[in-house]
T-cell receptor, first 112, second 115 residues
Framework: GDSVTQMEGPVTLSEEAFLTINCTYT??????LFWYVQYPGEGLQLLLK?????DKGSNKGFEATYRKETTSFHLEKGSVQVSDSAVYFC???????????FGAGTTVTVRA | NAGVTQTPKFQVLKTGQSMTLQCAQD?????MSWYRQDPGMGLRLIHY???????DQGEVPNGYNVSRSTTEDFPLRLLSAAPSQTSVYFC??????????????FGPGTRLTVL
């Protein structure tokens, strides 16, 4: 079945460092791909998405590119801030379904 | 527009007790779902619904019941709580119009502890 694998954390960075979180997926067809973010004590909110190969999703300085050939959707940010401290989830939605499959989540802590 | 709301925020139960987690949305979304979040396991789908009167099982449905009598509400019932059901529970909703890339909106979660 469909599945998502993302790099394990926790990840600890200094402010202004470069962040990358790897995400790979297994799915048939052409799923939609998402990154969700969960700030401490809150629910999940959509960070960015991509719906077809070579699409680039971007939001709040974060970017991720849908790579069909490597079945990947890595999240990157060039200069992180303390406010980026959160848990990040990679997820996919099959092309013929509404359900989301999530990766395990990566906890990111940014220190001033 | 409150989005997706969940009550209670915290709950402690004893083994064998039953309870209902409430979820409501005011976005007129057809699709609603319940997830549980456990450390190192991401979110796992418990039950979902594509409209009033229609529900189906997700990945981990055992020990949980749902019903969907209205578009707005999607309660999750724990029939006989077990320590393995200690978790954070999230309700989510999305519209069905369009395709699978529609955003799911999540509630703030209910942290449940079963002793």
């Amino acid at each position: 079945g469909d599945s998502v694998t993302q790099m394990e954390g926790p990840v600890t960075l200094s402010e202004e460092a470069f962040l990358t979180i790897n995400c790979t997926y297994t799915a048939t067809g052409y799923p939609s791909l998402f990154w969700y973010v969960q700030y401490p004590g809150e629910g999940l909110q959509l960070l960015l998405k991509a719906t077809k190969a070579d699409d680039k999703g971007s939001n709040k300085g974060f970017e991720a590119t849908y790579r069909k050939e490597t079945t990947s959707f890595h999240l990157e940010k060039g200069s992180v801030q303390v406010s980026d401290s959160a848990v990040y989830f990679c997820a996919l939605s099959p092309s013929n379904d509404y359900k989301l499959s999530f990766g395990a989540g990566t906890t990111v802590t940014v220190r001033a | 527009n409150a989005g997706v709301t969940q009550t209670p925020k915290f709950q402690v139960l004893k083994t064998g007790q039953s309870m209902t987690l409430q979820c409501a949305q005011d976005m007129n979304h057809e699709y609603m779902s319940w997830y549980r979040q456990d450390p190192g396991m991401g979110l796992r789908l418990i039950h979902y619904s594509v409209g009033a009167g229609i529900t189906d099982q997700g990945e981990v449905p055992n020990g949980y019941n749902v019903s969907r009598s209205t578009t707005e509400d999607f309660p999750l019932r724990l029939l006989s709580a077990a320590p393995s059901q200690t978790s954070v529970y999230f309700c989510a909703s999305r519209g069905l119009a369009g395709t699978a890339y529609n955003e799911q909106f999540f509630g703030p979660g209910t942290r449940l502890t079963v002793l």
